[in-house]
């Protein structure tokens, strides 16, 4: 057993794609959120848990939520993934989880932002549909952001944007906290 965790919620593909490609990058152990409890997660010393965005939300994030006053003295850390542009969608997605968590769980984590793929023939009737609405609502509207309209055209297609390479940040990251909890885990 690693002290590194990847955590994933998955319910398209694309956070799986990019927890596997941590865990193997990292020699960290891969577990479906499915499977995790407060005392598994608690036995980590490195938690990376991801989810992915679906009209604003992430998938899973209750995990990191509702344990996060027991895993506080951990490092923790939040990837996404979904169809908009992160870079461009930084901002939203930053701010969208802030307005979503206590500040101090806001604060305690490193949050990360992928681009993963999208097949509107596999979306839920509920996922579905919520997209349409959306979908709907921009569709007459005169200034659109970026992620509106990549939306508007790509709407009903299916692509793939996963990238092994936009891990490394991550990877940089918790290799360099590594040195850190190994010290730790030495005294």
């Known amino acids: ?23 193997d990058e990292l020699k960290a152990d891969l577990i479906s959120k499915s499977k995790v409890n407060l005392h598994l997660i608690s036995s980590y010393e490195i938690i990376i848990f991801g989810g992915e965005i679906f009209l604003g939300d992430i998938s899973g994030i209750d995990i990191i939520v509702d344990n ?19 870079y461009v969608n930084k901002e939203d997605i930053v701010n969208n989880f802030k307005n979503k968590v206590k500040e101090e769980i806001f604060k305690g984590v490193k949050l ?6 999208i097949n509107y023939k596999t979306l839920s009737f509920l996922d579905s ?25 790509n709407y009903n297609k299916e692509f793939d944007f996963n990238d092994k390479d936009s891990i490394k940040e991550l990877i940089e990251y918790v290799e360099e906290i590594k040195i850190i909890v190994e010290k730790k885990l030495e005294d």
């Open 129 to 153: 549909l919520m997209l349409n609405r959306k979908y709907k609502k921009i569709l007459n509207k005169k200034n659109l952001n970026s992620e509106e309209k990549f939306l508007i055209e």
């Open 68 to 86: 996060f006053y027991n895993i506080k003295d951990k490092e923790i850390i939040v990837f996404t993934c979904g169809h908009s542009e992160p």
């Open 1 to 23: 057993m690693s002290y590194i965790a990847v955590i994933y919620d998955c319910k398209y593909g694309g956070s799986k794609t990019y927890a596997k490609w941590i865990a």
């Open 112 to 117: 990360y932002n992928f681009r993963s793929s």
